[in-house]
């Protein structure tokens, strides 16, 4: 596996967790624990001890010492905090997304994000990939999430994507003057080009390279769910960011530039809509995550084929094609044994919900143990925090939410989050 090399603000935030106050030691008493969720092992009555905002160690019962503060969850089910590997945590679709675009700046998305990286954290996600946003706005969130100065997740950003002139993640649809102010200088073309917006990507803060391989569902071009980027782009662009210690994930749909772009060198795949037998075989090969976002195929059918849609008519055609087929790529690729990681696109769909990726990864297929597992110990391998995150065993971080019910029988208790821990302070209760 390729070494990920951490931004400095994320490096930081995960070596040293941002203070709290709170007592030198926790005492969380719970009544079931799934402590490492790649086991499956359900354990009862055990403590976990917490100092700095790590678990230190497990107890059995139920135990504490004088001065020390106890957090009772002993009628509770406790997992690993949640991990959602592909948010847009600065913005949401609506109504008013395409006059958003012009009207919003970089400090207003910043404060948009605030508010949904609380209602992100509330919902039980204590670490979130965010895969294209306004670099300003999604690098300031982090800083000031990994600080504390704002409830949140802890954020592995990307900031602005890769993308081809004209394409996917390039400003569509408006007057050509406009275009050229709001065009973000990620966008590229050409091999040598693509190497520049890579490594400038890189220089101004990206943790992770995020790239469009294919055309998107809500850019409002014409332009189809195909291959973008020639493949000689896709080369240079895996080579430079690998070379800067950045893994590549990429936006792809239709099965060319899927095929492409892991074929260069990719480290993981996004929707991922037209999978086919040679993309498995390349996943499973290279052990490349596939993060299905099955929520966003699931959001934009519903709209484009509803009463109220909002897509512009390029965006319903896209929505209609794509939106039914998700749902049937992800059991084709759990049936083959393609590693999964969650992820829902939120920001497509609303903040705050992300937990209804769970519904849908079982209507994939997978069991409720395995969904659970994709949104901890595979997203925490897939980001590169194993030893920060997706587990309760000592040493990891003290981020841990709990629910009332059973969810390795019902995995839609997950939706119903009763109280959130992040680093070893209480966020929820």
């Not at 909002?310 to 055609?317: G, H, I, V, W, Y």
């Not at 992820?343 to 903040?351: E, L, M, N, Q, Y």
């Not at 194993?386 to 971080?397: I, K, R, W």
């Amino acid at each position: 596996m390729k070494t990920f090399v951490l931004g400095a603000v994320l490096a930081a935030a995960l070596a040293a967790p941002a203070l709290a106050q709170a007592p030198a030691t926790t005492f969380v008493q719970a009544g079931r624990v799934l402590v490492d969720p790649a086991s499956g092992k359900v354990e009862t009555a055990k403590t976990l001890v917490i100092q700095s905002g790590r678990v230190v160690r497990i107890a059995d019962g139920y135990v504490s010492e004088p001065g020390g503060k106890v957090v009772d969850l002993k009628t509770s089910f406790v997992l690993p905090g949640l991990i959602d590997s592909h948010v847009h945590i600065t913005s949401q679709q609506g109504p008013t997304s395409r006059l958003d675009e012009v009207t919003e700046s970089s400090a207003q998305q910043a404060m948009d994000g605030a508010r949904y990286a609380k209602r992100t954290l509330m919902a039980g996600f204590t670490t979130v990939a965010d895969l294209g946003g306004d670099n300003d706005a999604v690098f300031a969130l982090r800083k000031a999430t990994a600080q504390d100065d704002v409830p949140g997740p802890r954020i592995i950003a990307a900031g602005s994507a890769i993308s081809v002139h004209g394409g996917h993640g390039d400003v569509n649809g408006f007057r050509e003057d406009v275009m050229h102010v709001l065009r973000p200088g990620s966008v590229c073309s050409g091999p040598a080009d693509c190497s520049r917006a890579v490594r400038e990507q890189v220089w101004k803060g990206a943790d992770v390279i995020k790239i469009t391989a294919t055309g998107g569902v809500l850019s409002n071009t014409a332009a189809g769910l195909g291959q973008q980027f020639s493949d000689e782009e896709l080369k240079s662009i895996v080579e430079s960011a690998h070379r800067m210690g950045r893994r590549v994930t990429a936006h792809a749909h239709g099965a060319d530039g899927i095929d492409s772009f892991l074929k260069a060198g990719g480290d993981s795949i996004e929707h991922g809509t037209y999978l086919d037998p040679e993309g498995i075989a390349l996943m499973k090969k290279s052990g490349a995550y596939l993060v299905p976002t099955l929520m966003a195929g699931d959001f934009v059918y519903r709209v484009a084929s509803g009463p109220n849609n909002f897509l512009t008519p390029a965006q319903s055609a896209k929505a209609l094609q794509a939106g039914p087929l998700m749902l049937a790529m992800a059991r084709r690729a759990h049936d083959a044994g393609v590693k999964i990681a969650f992820g829902t696109d939120t920001g497509v769909s609303a903040h705050g919900d992300n937990a209804g990726e769970f519904s849908l990864l079982v209507k994939a297929g997978l069991s409720p143990l395995e969904a659970i597992q994709t949104a901890t110990v595979n997203a925490a391998d897939h980001l590169q925090i194993s030893a920060v995150a997706g587990s309760l065993t000592p040493g990891h971080s003290a981020d841990l939410i709990a629910v009332q019910g059973d969810p390795l029988k019902d995995v839609e208790v997950l939706k119903q989050v009763g109280f959130v821990m992040k680093a070893g302070t209480v966020y929820k209760d």
